[in-house]
């Protein structure tokens, strides 16, 4: 893997990453606003060595490790640069179990929010959807149901991965779901000590990460560069919860842009591993052009004179 294969792969990451975790940095901040000074740079600091170290680096890191046990916990961390080829072959091996697993995941994260979530409609079709909520359901059930069955052709276990991906969204929904009701008791509770807030931010804080550290394997196996991107970007989120977050809520059509690399990004995961080839700068190129184009329309949007147009 050459320099510029590295450093494309590392920014898609940090793109991502950043454009994913926009409304974690906006519960953050209206959170962080109920706290003292003191407790502001506490979870500043090392909530972001922990939100680095503990989730988006060692999560991807144990992901690697239990889908190829064989590895070890250091041959996981280094695997996809290694030239063994005993590596490499359980590399490969595993690779398909992750990959749809992790794909089933994201894609049914993209359809809750297209068919069940408030959001400012960006393009033609998603006012339409949203009023289909109750279609959700058969969606994803009929999906899962297609996956299964042709990965039970090609491996029993890229089915079972594909069934855990399932299991593992109706389970971030379900802290999700959580996260929201702490949110409002943490804004409207006056007994809740900060120290209390900030356990509960770096819980909200993991549930958010879940979505960056699965789609970072569309872009790379390798978890040093998942490291990497993934942390400059939860830094970079950290820098809006600090400065700019009142400025990033008038972009009205980021969370479309992460959304719609989410599903690009899980239905090139779920290719991947049925054996359909996709070149590695292809992830990157598509988040880029995906939240650039939601960018541009959120910049036309605010210099419109009536604004909000797009709005639910």
């Known amino acids: 893997m050459d320099i510029v294969s590295i450093a ?18 906006i519960i953050n901040a209206e959170v962080l606003s109920t ?4 407790a502001k740079r506490w979870f500043l600091l090392w909530g972001l060595l922990f939100a680095v170290f503990a989730i988006r680096g060692g999560l991807p890191w144990l992901i690697v490790w239990l889908s190829t046990p064989a590895l070890g916990p250091v041959g996981a961390l280094t695997a996809t640069f290694s030239s063994d080829p005993l590596v490499i072959a359980a590399i490969e091996q595993s690779a398909p179990i992750l990959l749809i697993g992790g794909g089933t995941f994201l894609v049914f994260l993209f359809f809750h929010w297209l068919f069940l979530e408030d959001k400012n409609f960006g393009i033609m079709g998603e006012r339409f959807f949203a009023t289909k909520g109750v279609w ?18 090609k491996n029993p276990l890229m089915a079972f991965g594909a069934v855990v991906g399932s299991t593992g969204f109706f389970i971030v929904h ?6 929201e009701q702490a949110e409002e008791k ?9 120290m209390s807030k900030i356990f509960y931010l770096e819980i909200i804080d993991a549930t958010f990460s879940i979505d960056g550290v699965i789609g970072a394997f569309a872009f790379t196996m390798a978890v040093p560069l998942i490291l990497i991107g993934n942390g400059i970007g939860a830094f970079v989120v950290r820098e809006l919860t600090i400065r700019n977050v009142d400025r990033i809520k008038k972009y009205l059509y980021l ?15 779920i290719m991947d591993s049925f054996g359909i ?7 990157p190129l598509i988040t880029f052009g995906v939240v650039g184009f939601f960018l541009a329309k959120s910049l036309r949007e605010m210099d419109t004179p009536a604004g909000h147009l797009g709005s639910s």
């Open 277 to 283: 080839s996709i070149p590695f700068w292809v992830s």
């Open 136 to 153: 959700f359901f058969a969606i994803v059930s009929i999906l899962l149901a297609g996956i299964v069955w042709f990965a039970l052709d």
């Open 186 to 194: 943490m804004l409207h509770s006056e007994g809740m000590s900060d």
């Open 255 to 269: 969370k479309n842009g992460a959304m719609y690399s989410i599903f690009f990004l899980g239905t090139i995961m």
């Open 35 to 38: 706290m003292s000074e003191r």
């Open 174 to 179: 379900g802290f999700r779901q959580n996260a």
């Open 8 to 25: 494309l792969i590392i920014a898609g990451l940090v793109l991502f990453e950043t454009i994913t975790s926009i409304d974690n940095a």
